[in-house]
């Protein structure tokens, strides 16, 4: 097959982000039938680059959206033999024998930070306007939270229907992607006729869940979930833990107290996100 080579510019990126990155690019490359060999970060630049055996770069651009939504700004196809002149033979073998090592980041942490969606009224929804434009409509909140998850490098976990579930390295982009989000469809609400205008609750907490099949489980979604649940449309709420890990990172949080959750013993502390004065 082909080898690409693909460059990112990721603007806040550190190196430990780009290492998960390239292991959830790994994790997903057998599915889409590529193999990525290696990759390059240069954190003042704010730039990566990664070369990748595939049999196109659609195929790369599909993998790198499964696996994180960080598409490359620009995917060309190289010649082996030029990379090596210059980056230099790289010891050993791999990728059909091109003298490519894959990389080995470092091992992928358990922690993340858990953000759960809820779009406001979408039964009444679909009942006011019809299957087909409530389905168009989905469509829109779809494309918005995607493009946040995509700006912000979050993970999308599920589509819930209604809402999504997604995972972020670090507790800051998952605030990011928060904001993000309510400006998006601030923006689109402003735009809009009020009969498709689209509000979203938001719910978001850090912990250790449990993998498998590709979905998240445990303590951490489960709160995250709870906490969605007792947002406000176009809310942000946050567990306590997430302003601590946030701290000097210029967000506004607002005291919402403690709350009883579902299933929780005792209350969970929440903060109220202020995502307007950041517009």
Known sequence: MPVFLDRHDLKGVTAAEMAAAHVADLRVQDKHDVKFLTYWFDPDAER????????SKEEVETAHRDAHGLVGNDIIEV???????????????????????????????????????DMEGSTEMTQRLGDAAAMELLRTHNSIIREALATNSGSEVKHTGDGFMASFVTPSNAVECSITIQQLFHTHNEEADTGSHIRV???????????????????AVQ????????????????????????????????DRGAQALRGFEEPVQLWEVSWQESR
């Not at 990566?48 to 049999?55: E, M, N, P, T």
């Not at 912990?207 to 303590?219: C, H, K, M, S, T």
């Not at 709870?226 to 210029?250: D, F, Q, T």
């Open 48 to 55: 990566a680059f990664c070369l990748v055996d595939a049999a």
């Open 79 to 117: 010649n082996t033999d030029m990379v090596e002149l210059f980056l230099g033979k790289i010891e050993g073998t791999a990728a059909s024998e091109r003298n490519f090592q894959p990389s080995r980041p470092p091992e992928e942490s358990a922690f993340r930070t858990i953000l759960f969606t």
């Open 223 to 254: 709160l995250a979930s709870r906490i969605c649940n007792c947002a406000e449309p176009s809310e942000i709420l946050v567990a306590n833990v997430m302003k601590e890990l946030c701290l000097g990172k210029a967000f506004l949080f607002s």
């Open 201 to 219: 609750r938001i719910g978001v907490t850090a912990g250790e869940p449990v993998e498998e099949d590709r979905d998240l489980f445990g303590a």
